[in-house]
C-alpha cells in the first residue's frame, strides 16, 4: 500500500510528458515579456533623457535670442533718441520721451500677459467638472 502511495504522490509531482512543451513556451514567453518590458524601459529612459538635453539646449538658444533681441531693441531706442535730438528735441527730453513710450509697452505687454493668465488653469473644465459634481445639478439646468 505505500508503494501505490509513493507512486502516485511522485507521479503527482513531475510533470506528464505533453505539459514539458507548454511549461518551456510559458518559461519563453515569460522570458520575452521581461526583455520586452526591459527594451520599454530602456527607449523610455533614453527619450527622455533625449527631451532634458533638447530642453535645454532650447533653453540656453532662447535666451541667446533674447539677449539679441534686446540689444537690437537697444540699438533702435538709441536710432530713435537720436533722430529726436536731430529733429531738435533736448536729449534729456527725448530720452524721457522713449523711456515712457517703453513702459507704456511693457504696461501693455503685462495686462495682455495677466488677462492671458486667466486661461492657464483650464476655466472651462473646472466649470464643467464642478457642474457635474455637483448635488443640485438639476436645480442648475432648470433655472
Same mark, same amino acid.
Given at each position: 500500500m505505500?508503494?501505490?502511495?509513493e507512486a502516485s504522490g511522485a507521479a503527482g !509531482? &513531475?510533470?506528464?510528458p505533453s505539459s514539458r512543451p507548454l511549461e518551456a513556451s510559458m518559461n519563453r514567453l515569460v522570458h520575452e515579456f521581461r526583455e520586452l518590458a526591459q527594451d520599454h524601459l530602456q527607449l523610455a529612459t533614453l527619450e527622455a533623457r533625449l527631451s532634458v538635453i533638447t530642453l535645454l539646449r532650447? @533653453?540656453?538658444?532662447?535666451? %541667446?535670442?533674447a539677449l539679441v533681441l534686446a540689444? %537690437?531693441?537697444?540699438a533702435l531706442v538709441g536710432a530713435a533718441a537720436l533722430w529726436l535730438i536731430g529733429?531738435?528735441?533736448a536729449?534729456?527730453? @527725448?530720452?524721457l520721451l522713449l523711456a515712457g513710450a517703453n513702459l507704456l509697452l511693457a504696461v501693455l505687454g503685462w495686462l495682455w500677459i495677466r488677462r492671458m493668465s486667466r486661461w492657464?488653469?483650464?476655466? %472651462? !473644465? &473646472?466649470r464643467a467638472l464642478k457642474t457635474s459634481d455637483s448635488p443640485?445639478?438639476?436645480k442648475r439646468g432648470a433655472e
Open positions: 505505500n508503494t501505490s502511495d !509531482t &513531475q510533470s506528464s532650447m @533653453a540656453v538658444v532662447s535666451m %541667446a535670442t540689444s %537690437a531693441w537697444g529733429m531738435g528735441l536729449p534729456v527730453w @527725448a530720452m492657464l488653469g483650464w476655466p %472651462a !473644465t &473646472q443640485d445639478k438639476g
